[in-house]
């Protein structure tokens, strides 16, 4: 074999590896079942997709994605956000050739967080997608909305304590 056919084997092979790398045709599709919603995932440094959550599947690479914010909104302009944690989001992984659905949003579930120290208790609470994702707080446009108040009475309806829930 001569010297100019070695190299052109070698730049065969090169424009082929080049082409695995860069070309990658598997693909599969991703389904987000909750209205309202947009779900941004990422996969390395680069890559980065959004999904609405209007249920038609959008063709994705086949390869494992983290979400990286989620955002929903109603029609009346209440709309809840979340960079974490995304419960059974936090992994997706998208085969070749398969359609994934992801379930997320409502219904939403209260879920508190009761702490005590000493003779002190505290109580917060964090909204809960269908994923077991964490909403942090409401906004109403552009401004927070306030938190809702609570209050403790005794059996016969005596104010024991009150007081406002304070997201975080």
């Known amino acids: 074999m001569k010297k100019r056919d070695t190299y052109i084997v070698i730049a065969i092979l090169a424009a082929v590896a080049v082409g ?19 779900l941004t995932l990422r996969s390395g440094l680069l890559n980065s997709i959004s999904i609405e959550g209007n249920d038609q599947a ?16 109603s029609d009346d302009g209440y709309q809840i956000s979340s960079s974490g944690p995304f419960g059974d989001l936090d992994q997706v ?5 398969q359609t994934l659905a992801l379930k997320a949003g409502p219904p939403l579930k209260l879920k508190p967080t009761i702490r005590r120290h000493e003779s002190l208790v505290s109580i917060d609470y964090v909204l809960l997608g269908r994923a077991g994702e964490c909403y942090p707080y409401v906004m109403k446009g552009s401004q927070r909305v306030g938190a809702p108040s609570v209050e403790i009475t005794d059996e016969s309806g005596r104010n024991l304590a009150s007081g406002n829930f304070e997201y975080g």
């Open 58 to 73: 959008v063709r994705v690479k086949a390869r494992r994605y983290r979400p990286a914010y989620i955002n929903l909104a």
């Open 20 to 38: 695995f790398v860069f070309i990658d045709g598997r693909s599969g599709l991703i389904r987000l079942d909750a209205p309202g919603a947009t």
């Open 93 to 97: 992984h998208v085969k070749p050739g």
